[in-house]
């Protein structure tokens, strides 16, 4: 079964800094990867998804994700931050299972 | 298109009593999730069905627990009895099968707190 890891559990960046979200997942059949994104007090909404091709996908918002299979990462990123990206922040991992989603990562922007 | 829709949006309940949580899936939609969050432990998928019928209830945490599916457009997560390590958001989220491409389309949550 796939697993899925966040390393960071909190982040704090000031407003038009750069961001990168670390994901790491184990499995060893072809996957399909996403990043959610659970603004405060809201459910969560899908950020962007990898099923194959580039393997640069960009999302909405300004977001991107680099899907690096010899290191079984995708992880997120984003060239300048704003206050309105504070949020949590959840890779997940769908391969012969439904999503396995990581511990998630919060961040916090500070003006 | 509404959504997933949950209700209640929030719950305060005693110890000992029963809660039921209700959800209705994005129409069309064949799969339907309920996930537990909560600090300590994140996002837990506690069960999840295909059309209708339970595939893997393996996340239920106890017997307190059950879930059921009568039709294509509702569930219900009951818990009795409710205990207060109960406390968490509960998320209804749905997807429309695509052989495990599918977005998750989460609703807004209940928020219970057990006493």
């Known amino acids: 079964a796939q697993s899925v890891s966040q390393h960071n559990h909190h982040v704090i960046l000031s407003e038009a800094a750069s961001l990168e979200l670390g994901c790491n997942y184990s499995?060893?059949?072809?996957?399909?990867l996403f990043w959610y994104v659970q603004y405060p007090g809201q459910h969560l909404q899908l950020l962007l998804k990898?099923?194959?091709?580039?393997?640069l996908v960009k999302g909405i918002k300004g977001f991107e994700a680099e899907f690096i299979k010899s290191k079984f990462s995708f992880n997120l990123r984003k060239p300048s931050v704003q206050w309105s990206d504070t949020a949590e922040y959840f890779c997940?991992?769908?391969?012969?299972?439904?999503?396995?989603f990581g511990k998630g990562t919060r961040l916090s922007v500070i003006a | 298109d509404a959504g997933v829709i949950q209700s209640p949006r929030h719950e305060v309940t005693e110890m000992g009593q029963e809660v039921t949580l209700r959800c209705k899936p994005i129409?069309?939609?064949?799969?339907l999730f309920w996930y537990r969050q909560t600090m300590m432990r994140g996002l837990e998928l506690l069960i999840y069905f295909n059309n209708n019928v339970p595939i893997d209830d393996s996340g239920m945490p106890e017997d307190r627990f059950s879930a059921k599916m009568p039709n294509a457009s509702f569930s219900t997560l009951k818990i009795q009895p409710s205990e207060p390590r109960d406390s968490a958001v509960y998320f209804c989220a749905s997807s429309l099968n695509t052989g495990g491409r599918e977005t998750q389309y989460f609703g807004p949550g209940t928020r219970l707190l057990v006493l």
């Open positions: 990898y099923f194959s091709g580039d393997p």
């Open positions: 129409s069309g939609h064949d799969y």
């Open positions: 499995y060893g059949g072809t996957v399909n």
């Open positions: 997940a991992v769908s391969g012969n299972t439904p999503l396995v």
